[in-house]
């Protein structure tokens, strides 16, 4: 069983950074790519970014091309999303999620195709 466990958001004021992380327990992390998602309130989750399992490929949202870049550390089960130059239309829950081991989707990341997810940490940017 794969758990996802994030952690790292807050209160930050726009244009300014934070870093969120999620943790993953369980065997096989550097077998799963990892993608974010984030849902603001009133709106449908998102697809934010994602890295393959290797760690040498990623993909974002149009959104956040230039603005956020997501890493993984595999000795340390973690996938990180650093997100600069936050604007008043990023805050949202900040979810990571997992698709079937050994997934990787080159275009569109579906919610409907993760398998697993963690319960989000919450983004806030104050203008």
């Known amino acids: 069983q794969v758990q996802l466990v994030e952690s790292g958001g807050g209160l930050v004021e726009a244009g300014n950074s934070l870093r969120v992380s999620c943790v993953v327990s369980?065997?096989?992390?550097?077998?799963?790519?990892m993608g974010w998602f984030r849902q603001a309130p009133g709106k449908e989750r998102e697809f934010v970014a994602a890295?393959?399992?290797?760690?040498?490929?990623?993909i974002y949202a149009d959104f956040a091309q230039g603005r956020f870049t997501i890493a993984r550390d595999n000795a340390k089960n973690t996938v990180y999303l650093q997100l600069n130059h936050l604007k008043p239309e990023d805050p949202a829950v900040y979810y990571c999620?997992?698709?079937?081991?050994?997934?990787?989707?080159?275009?569109?990341?579906?919610?409907?195709?993760?398998?697993?997810w963690g319960k989000g940490t919450l983004v806030t940017v104050s203008s």
């Open positions: 999620a997992a698709p079937p081991v050994g997934r990787w989707y080159s275009r569109a990341w579906d919610a409907m195709n993760m398998d697993y």
């Open positions: 369980g065997r096989g992390f550097s077998d799963y790519s």
């Open positions: 890295i393959i399992w290797h760690g040498g490929l990623t």
